[in-house]
């Protein structure tokens, strides 16, 4: 089969929303009056972001979904998607599938494929996706003031704890480890609650190195410094509610490493002043995306660690560096 | 050196058009008012898309290059980027002669780097690009109607005759290769001719696969046939001025092949009405691009070749398929 015929059996769709989809030089596309179009690109290379037997369909899942993680960050509703594929060979199951997690994700999000290209060459997947937001009001990294709270949705650390499993480093039963590879291989984008966020975040980013790494960016961004309450981030381990159940305990360390340094978490991290606690509530309720408290925004440049009782917890948690 | 090292040392640049360019989340733009975006993405591979010894500063103009092609067949003015790159190491001055190269024809074109990505794996460049177009103005593949002109800007073939030679299929004088091979790794995007059709083409698009191949795109999304002259084509290999100076001949069968299924040319395609000869001629004029018609719009599906003499000339000439 070749290229076009790939092209039209698999990634063509009329489009609804966009003024041009695939099949032209160019698609064509204008945000709403008023509206800023937010634009984020991600790569996906197999043996870095996946391994070479992933489920297709979950590959499609997660392909989409970090870009809409960084749609959500901004707090940008989801227009339109580009796909980029280099593929070893023209695999036409593969294909189907890889398009149905992709595809199903998309139309969830009102998402639509509007062009793209597709070439023979290692597995590499490349989406740039499309947004809007009203003009002036995407959420950015840089509005964090001294005082602000610090808050992360959803659960930290699942997704790594299942790459440990896979990698060989670390053995779980197998419902646990079934619950935390469905974090890995199809992350959830907390699109509904980035757009509750619109005037009452003062700064936010999707968490996708690791907390504390993609927190630094926020604090290098904003020009402040922070305190995070470790024994509160520890609990966000989705997993933990099962781990007594199944009878497995797990070193607090490990714990540490994966909700604090993780990565592939793809929530939302984000900070609000303490005057706007049940705004925030009242974001988390309308997006219903659970939303914890983890922290403290500081004037004093650096990140803190503590435990509960407010002593402190070396950091030595590096985030994720695709060169390091 | 890490990730976000490399982001800074190579590819953060102030935006002056853009709302926000790299460095959060998500990119922010949006067209003029009554402009739409036209949006297109390529993808390039090494050992595919070109050879991995490629002078770094030649691949950074190329892979940009092909893309304001894109933006050029819809008539589109470019305004920015995004850059997702896939690296098999961290290697500084490959990276500053690639972005070299990159922001030279930028910033010839206005065309400014809002965002994108970069992960180790093997060497893959994909660029998505953004241009503005009246709404409703943009030149699009479906309009050819019969008795149309059909003219290519530029020239054909050079590229591929460049390639033959670096693949060891051909020979030819230094000075003759060194003037295709510049056709092969610095293709000319016609921005300027493209943004001078509005309401003078019917139909156009880029051609990067083979005129042939690509024309037939036309001729399927306008429900026409054509007829082209192969006896003007085979004239618009750029090198011929050369070769007789060089003391070299070609076959007309290879002139052929190059100038009608070479693929890499960039150049544009389109229709327009005969009555709008001089304004095509003007639009030529004004883009200081050389523009050549070289048959005609026909009601008769398929796509027919003669010779200057009217005589029919078989087509065996394949465009180019990433899968086949």
């Not at 595809?103 to 997947?125: K, M, Q, R, S, W």
Request: charged content about 20%; overall charge negative.
């Amino acid at each position: 089969m070749g290229e076009f015929d790939l092209i039209a059996r698999h990634f063509t769709r009329p489009v609804r929303r966009a003024a041009l989809g695939v099949g032209d030089d160019c698609a064509l596309l204008a945000p709403g009056p008023g509206m800023q179009l937010a634009i984020s690109s991600d790569m996906l290379v197999e043996g870095r972001h996946f391994f070479a037997d992933v489920d297709p369909e979950a590959l499609g899942h997660k392909a989409l979904a970090v870009n809409l993680s960084d749609l959500a960050a901004c707090g940008a509703r989801p227009l339109a998607f580009t796909l980029a594929l280099a593929l070893p060979r023209a695999d036409d199951a593969w294909l189907a599938a890889f398009a149905r997690g992709l595809f199903a994700l998309a139309d969830a999000h009102g998402c639509e494929l509007v062009g793209g290209d597709t070439t023979c060459g290692p597995l590499n997947i490349c989406i740039t996706i499309f947004g809007e937001v009203p003009a002036g009001q995407a959420l950015l990294r840089s509005g964090a003031r001294p005082g602000d709270d610090i808050y992360v949705s959803g659960t930290l650390g699942d997704a790594r704890l299942a790459l440990e499993v896979l990698q060989g480093q670390l053995a779980l039963p197998e419902e646990v480890l079934a619950r935390a590879r469905q974090r890995l291989e199809r992350p959830t984008p907390r699109v509904a609650l980035g757009q509750q966020l619109h005037g009452i975040a003062s700064s936010a980013l999707d968490v996708s190195d690791g907390l504390l790494g993609d927190l630094a960016h926020i604090l290098q961004a904003s020009g402040v410094g922070a305190c995070i309450d470790t024994t509160v981030t520890s609990k966000l381990i989705a997993i933990s509610a099962y781990t007594a159940m199944a009878g497995c305990q797990f070193d607090a360390e490990l714990i540490r490493q994966c909700t604090l340094a993780g990565g592939d978490d793809y929530e939302l991290a984000f900070t609000a002043p303490p005057a706007l606690r049940s705004a925030v509530a009242g974001a988390a309720q309308a997006s219903a995306t659970p939303v914890t408290r983890i922290g403290t925004v500081e004037a004093a440049p650096g990140l803190r660690l503590v435990d509960g009782r407010g002593q402190a917890v070396a950091n030595r948690y590096a985030s994720f560096d695709h060169f390091q």
